[in-house]
């Protein structure tokens, strides 16, 4: 019986006498009696009995120590409240604390900013410092590339001065161990028809820049006088007129002033104008260089600014002689851009 209450009952105890009882009597099992085991069964079972009962008060005990349902709820919305509140108050630290942060980084950024303000405006005022001290260059560049100018052409009229008793001949053939003296006094008495020319009147002659095999050097005559280089010069018309004897002889010869380089590149360049119509005329007289405007008389002009005005081109790449304009034969060595009938 007392068995069966231990399923039930899974806290069920046996008394402590009762299980001394028992022991006794099993190390007591010759003295047992029928009395004896009735007694013992009875009192186990009695004890079993109050054993279940105390049992029994104890649960009802707990349930009424539990809280209801009602006092669940109100428990649980407490524990809400509560952590809703730890969950705002923490919220709000962490906001205080990205707050003053975000203060803290948007403060450098103005540092940053006023920093930088402060550097451009310095960048500012240096630039405009450069920007006057470069135009205070240019200014002073361009009144030095003017007193250059000047001071070249100034030169270039020393040079072209001492070049006025001189002459230049081209297309005359070049042969090893020529007299070249005796060649320009022929050409003077047969072509030009200069009789009194003599050859105590020719001071010093040679051929001009490098030896080329497909290609006659022009000769350099320097006269004694500059009435006899005059007097030579102005015969020059003569080499091409086709009632005058020998005349396919000197065909391609040219008679020129010898010109300074400068002077014979602001030549080269205004025939090349001729050439694209917008010059009617360009030779050499005396040392300068003449033009004939398409309104206008002839003009002496002794720079590039004098041929720009003259001739109205600006696009025109004076110093290679380059132009999309000109057509691809309009080619001219400068060496015979003065070679001129004028």
């Known amino acids: 019986m007392c068995v069966l209450v231990r399923q039930k009952k899974r806290d069920c105890i046996v008394p402590t006498e009762l299980s001394e009882d028992r022991m006794g009597r099993k190390g007591n099992k010759s003295k047992n009696t029928p009395e004896n085991t009735a007694q013992a069964d009875e009192a186990e079972s009695q004890a079993c009995t109050s054993n279940i009962e105390g049992i029994d008060d104890l649960e009802d005990d707990v349930r009424e120590q539990l809280p209801s349902q009602e006092h669940c709820t109100w428990l649980l919305n407490i524990i ?86 001189r002459v230049r001949l081209a297309g005359i053939s070049e042969e090893e161990g020529e007299n070249l003296t005796q060649k320009v006094l022929k050409l003077a008495k047969n072509k030009l028809k200069i009789k009194n020319l003599k050859e105590r009147d020719i001071v010093q002659i040679h051929r001009s820049g490098k030896q080329k095999p497909s290609k006659s050097r022009d000769i350099i005559v320097q006269f004694e006088s ?117």
């Open 80 to 165: 809400q409240i509560h952590a809703k509140k730890i969950a705002k108050e923490v919220l709000k630290e962490h906001e205080t604390s990205v707050v003053a942060q975000l203060k803290q980084e948007v403060y450098n950024l103005k540092t940053t900013n006023e920093e930088m303000q402060t550097k451009l405006h310095e960048c500012q005022q240096e630039i405009g410092k450069l920007k006057r001290s470069r135009e205070g260059i240019n200014r002073e560049l361009a009144r030095k590339t003017e007193v250059i100018e000047k001071l070249r052409e100034q030169l270039d009229a020393v040079d072209q001065k001492q070049r006025e008793a």
């Open 226 to 342: 500059k009435v006899a280089r005059d007097q030579f010069h102005g015969a020059r018309k003569k080499l091409h007129d086709v009632s005058n004897s020998n005349s396919q002889t000197y065909k391609h010869v040219y008679i020129n002033d010898d010109l300074t380089e400068f002077r014979q590149k602001l030549l080269f360049d205004s025939r090349m104008l001729v050439k694209r119509k917008k010059l009617k005329g360009a030779w050499s007289q005396h040392g300068n260089v003449m033009i004939l405007r398409e309104n206008g008389g002839p003009k002496a002009i002794y720079n590039y600014h004098d041929l720009r005005i003259s001739s109205g081109v600006e696009t025109y790449d004076y110093d290679t002689g380059n132009s999309d304009q000109l057509e691809e034969d309009d080619t001219l060595d400068v060496e015979t851009a003065s070679c001129s009938t004028f």
